[in-house]
């Protein structure tokens, strides 16, 4: 049985904690903030684009190609892997990296496989397990930036344009809510202009293409490719975060009941402990008596 000095000890560390873990949640929602407020900017663009290069290349009788748009058999895939830098939160970066696992083994068996990965945590992880890892990236989500996005866009679009993978295909995590990410398995390459939600927000047919609507395709997907690798990199980030505030925030309240639970654990102990001394000295008092 634990001395009423262990119990307070024991109250005291979880204390400590509770304090570290209430600090960390109000750090990660400044910073999820932040980061939801570069989604809500950076969205408007990435579906203004797409609506406009789905518009060129399903308009009129031509038909408007782009290299980055033409598929080929699946002979070699790349699976680009976007976790966290850091662990505390929650389930973030275990349910990323259970679905890579999945992807992985399912394309594995007609085809070759490699992984880049994004952030530490998958990095470390597939290292560790002779993983066929073409690239990595690591610690770009301290100072993120446009510079970042680009960087690896780079990478799978001259990868995919000179046939080293056939197919590269993004996993993440889209951020939803501050306490729910959508787990996301999405084809990037070969490039698909998507048909925009709202049809109305532009009419595209009142445009006139200067100098011919092939030379501006070839223009916007490069860019639009960009954009969408740097959508990714922030809807992870802001995921990261809400995750992360969730998890400190269950961690300060399991403390705040650990602490409950060890503060009647220690009244009951220090009452049974001052009961037995009364007893002890009332005995003590009896037995002088009889003496």
Same mark, same amino acid.
């Given at each position: 049985?634990?001395?009423?000095?262990?119990?307070?000890?024991?109250?005291?560390?979880?204390?400590?904690?509770?304090?570290? *873990?209430?600090?960390?949640?109000?750090?990660?929602?400044?910073?999820?903030?932040?980061?939801?407020?570069?989604?809500?900017? %950076?969205?408007?663009? $990435?579906?203004?684009?797409?609506?406009?290069?789905?518009? %060129?290349?399903?308009?009129?009788?031509? @038909?408007?190609?782009?290299?980055?748009?033409?598929?080929?058999?699946?002979?070699?895939?790349?699976?680009?892997?976007?976790?966290?830098? &850091?662990?505390?939160?929650?389930?973030?970066?275990?349910?990323?990296?259970? *679905?890579?696992?999945?992807?992985?083994?399912?394309?594995?068996?007609?085809?070759?496989?490699?992984?880049?990965? +994004?952030?530490?945590?998958?990095?470390?992880?597939?290292?560790?397990?002779?993983?066929?890892?073409?690239?990595?990236?690591?610690?770009?989500?301290?100072?993120?930036?446009?510079?970042?996005?680009?960087? +690896?866009?780079?990478?799978?679009?001259?990868?995919?344009?000179?046939?080293?993978?056939?197919?590269?295909?993004?996993? !993440? #995590?889209?951020? @939803?809510?501050?306490?729910?990410?959508?787990?996301?398995?999405?084809?990037?390459?070969?490039?698909?202009?998507?048909?925009?939600? /709202? *049809?109305?927000? &532009?009419? !595209?047919?009142?445009?006139?293409?200067?100098?011919?609507?092939?030379?501006?395709?070839?223009?916007? +997907?490069?860019?639009?490719? /960009?954009?969408?690798?740097?959508?990714?990199?922030?809807?992870? /980030?802001?995921?990261?975060?809400?995750?992360?505030?969730? $998890?400190?925030? #269950?961690?300060?309240?399991?403390?705040?009941? +650990?602490?409950?639970?060890?503060?009647?654990? !220690?009244?009951?102990?220090?009452?049974?402990?001052?009961? *037995?001394?009364?007893?002890? %000295?009332?005995?003590?008092?009896?037995?002088?008596?009889?003496?």
């Amino acid at each position: 049985m634990a001395t009423l000095r262990e119990i307070r000890q024991r109250i005291s560390s979880v204390k400590t904690t509770q304090q570290i *873990t209430k600090a960390m949640k109000m750090v990660a929602a400044a910073k999820m903030r932040r980061a939801q407020e570069n989604i809500l900017a %950076i969205r408007p663009y $990435a579906n203004e684009i797409n609506g406009l290069i789905h518009h %060129i290349a399903e308009s009129g009788e031509d @038909k408007f190609e782009n290299p980055l748009m033409q598929s080929r058999p699946v002979e070699k895939v790349l699976l680009v892997v976007v976790t966290a830098d &850091r662990g505390l939160c929650g389930a973030f970066n275990s349910n990323i990296i259970r *679905t890579t696992e999945s992807v992985f083994t399912k394309y594995s068996q007609n085809a070759e496989v490699e992984l880049y990965t +994004i952030g530490r945590k998958a990095s470390e992880y597939f290292g560790k397990r002779a993983y066929p890892i073409y690239k990595q990236k690591a610690g770009i989500f301290h100072g993120l930036n446009f510079e970042r996005a680009l960087e +690896i866009s780079r990478d799978v679009v001259s990868a995919y344009q000179s046939s080293v993978f056939d197919r590269v295909i993004f996993i !993440y #995590n889209e951020f @939803k809510s501050a306490i729910a990410q959508n787990l996301r398995e999405e084809v990037f390459l070969p490039f698909v202009a998507e048909e925009p939600e /709202n *049809t109305a927000l &532009r009419d !595209y047919n009142e445009y006139i293409y200067e100098p011919d609507k092939q030379s501006i395709l070839n223009a916007l +997907i490069p860019k639009h490719l /960009n954009v969408q690798v740097w959508r990714i990199l922030l809807e992870s /980030n802001a995921a990261e975060q809400g995750a992360r505030m969730t $998890a400190m925030d #269950n961690a300060t309240e399991n403390a705040e009941e +650990i602490k409950s639970k060890l503060t009647l654990y !220690y009244n009951r102990a220090r009452q049974a402990a001052i009961t *037995t001394e009364i007893s002890e %000295i009332v005995g003590g008092a009896e037995a002088l008596k009889e003496s």
